[in-house]
């Protein structure tokens, strides 16, 4: 299967969707499945497809609440970061990090 057959697959299905839409969905379902009967069996594609749109939504959740964190962090004026500080920092490159391996399938090393 190539990217192109499940993109038109996914595009036939959902025709109001933005090629960006179809496109990224493609990449987060193929990053995860090869699986033939993608192109054929509805259910086996809804299923990969509620999995990808799950897990994307949970890290844009998650990036979003660290993006706020991060945005206060960087409205604090001093030099010495404090302990609370540091862990939001290391929260926000394990978010990044999630968000690379949704897309990528590859373990990040954070």
């Not at 969707?17 to 179809?22: I, K």
């Not at 033939?36 to 844009?60: G, H, I, K, P």
């Not at 999630?98 to 897309?103: M, R, S, T, V």
Request: hydrophobic share 45%.
């Amino acid at each position: 299967m190539t990217c192109h057959q499940l993109a038109q697959r996914i595009a036939g299905l959902r025709p109001d969707f933005s090629p960006v839409e179809v496109a990224r969905l493609t990449l987060m379902i193929l990053a995860r499945s090869n699986d033939e009967r993608l192109l054929t069996d509805d259910e086996e594609l809804y299923a990969e497809w509620r999995n990808a749109t799950f897990r994307l939504e949970a890290v844009s959740d998650q990036h979003a609440a660290v993006a706020i964190e991060l945005e206060r962090l960087q409205s604090d004026s001093r030099v010495e970061f404090s302990e609370e500080q540091l862990w939001i920092l290391l929260r926000a490159v394990k978010v990044q990090s999630q968000l690379l391996e949704i897309y990528t399938e590859q373990p990040q090393f954070v």
